[in-house]
């Protein structure tokens, strides 16, 4: 059997049990899904080895890296480590993450502080200029903690929840009025290419905070 008539057959017979044939017959594999990254200094697209310690950069442009189930807009002049192909660090710049549900917190770090997740879709970004790190939980569950390591605030949401870790350490609220840097749309898109449907509510059932043309993703 070719391999177009095997995942045609797969796919009817997925559905018919109900299962998503894009999340069960998908890829493994690390790939840069939108423009390109550069990974241990060398500029990658396509498919990318493991990442078992792997700082990746962006240039002037935003680049999506789909790694296992989770999904990452990697903003430009963004800077995050990969340690076994989970993300540890924000190191600079920002990024929107779409995660799958993970078997134990994971937890990644920022100069201010850290971001346990468990299974959400979260915006991180360091705001070098306000030596602080803002966080929003889009939906799900995510912890945010000091650099001792100690909770100072939980983020529970059905749709954006941001706050921002001081320089001190502390959680406060978003000085922001609307969602810093990141757009519904986005989210969308990045659950999309993990096989999934966001799981928000949205207000009055429509999607408020749209991307400008010139941040669209387009695949």
Not at 4 to 11: D, E, H, I, V
Not at 178 to 207: C, M, V, Y
Request: glycine share 4%; charged share 25%; aromatic share 8%.
């Amino acid at each position: 059997m070719n391999r177009r008539l095997f995942c045609k057959s797969a796919t009817t017979v997925l559905l018919a049990i109900g299962l998503n044939p894009k999340l069960v017959l998908a890829d493994e594999r690390s790939k840069v899904l939108l423009n390109t990254v550069k990974v241990n200094n060398k500029s990658k697209k396509g498919y990318l080895d493991n990442l078992e310690s792997s700082i990746l950069e962006t240039q002037d442009q935003q680049t999506v890296v789909k790694v296992k189930d989770d999904v990452f807009l990697i903003r430009p002049f963004s800077k995050v480590k990969f340690v076994s192909n989970k993300i540890v660090e924000v190191i600079q710049g920002s990024i929107h993450a779409a995660f799958s549900k993970q078997p134990k917190e994971l937890k990644i770090k920022t100069k201010q502080g850290t971001i346990g997740i468990r299974g959400t879709v979260t915006y991180i970004e360091v705001e070098k200029k306000f030596e602080r790190t803002y966080v929003c939980n889009c939906y799900g569950h995510t912890n945010l903690y000091n650099n001792k390591n100690q909770l100072i605030k939980s983020l529970q949401s059905d749709y954006h929840n941001p706050a921002v870790i001081t320089a001190s350490g502390l959680a406060e609220k978003s000085p922001y009025n609307i969602p810093l840097n990141h757009f519904d749309d986005h989210i969308e898109t990045l659950e999309q290419q993990a096989g999934r449907s966001p799981r928000w509510k949205l207000p009055k059932g429509k999607k408020i905070f749209i991307s400008p043309t010139s941040l669209k993703l387009n695949f």
